[in-house]
Nanobody, 123 residues
Framework: QVQLVESGGGLVQAGGSLRLSCTVSERTFTNYATGWFRQAPGKEREFVAGIRWSGDTTYYADSVRGRFTVSRDVDKNTMILQMNSLKPEDSAVYYC????????????????WGQGAQVTVSS
């Protein structure tokens, strides 16, 4: 059973930075692609960033490329989403996720989800 637990998030002013962490269960990184999705009120959940199981390739939505960085520490079973130059439109609940693969430059429909972490960016 794969478990993912997010931490971090919070409230920040536009232009600021936040860091989200996701602690995953053992062997998740070697068996799954992992990444982040987000969902704003009234909108569909959307892909944000991901990393292949091999760790050698990362993927980003166009809306966050150049501002967000996804990384992982295999020894600590932790995935990080560093978010810089935040905008009000980045406000959402952010979910870490594990998926069997990458399709068209994004995680395929995840098999496992974390509980979500709120990110609010004020203007």
């Amino acid at each position: 059973q794969v478990q993912l637990v997010e931490s971090g998030g919070g409230l920040v002013q536009a232009g600021g930075s936040l860091r989200l962490s996701c602690t995953v269960s053992e062997r998740t990184f070697t068996n799954y692609a992992t990444g982040w999705f987000r969902q704003a009120p009234g909108k569909e959940r959307e892909f944000v960033a991901g990393i292949r199981w091999s760790g050698d390739t990362t993927y980003y939505a166009d809306s966050v490329r150049g501002r967000f960085t996804v990384s992982r520490d295999v020894d600590k079973n932790t995935m990080i989403l560093q978010m810089n130059s935040l905008k009000p439109e980045d406000s959402a609940v952010y979910y870490c996720a594990a998926s069997v693969g990458i399709v068209a430059g994004r995680l395929s429909t995840p098999d496992y989800w974390g509980q979500g972490a709120q990110v609010t960016v004020s203007s």
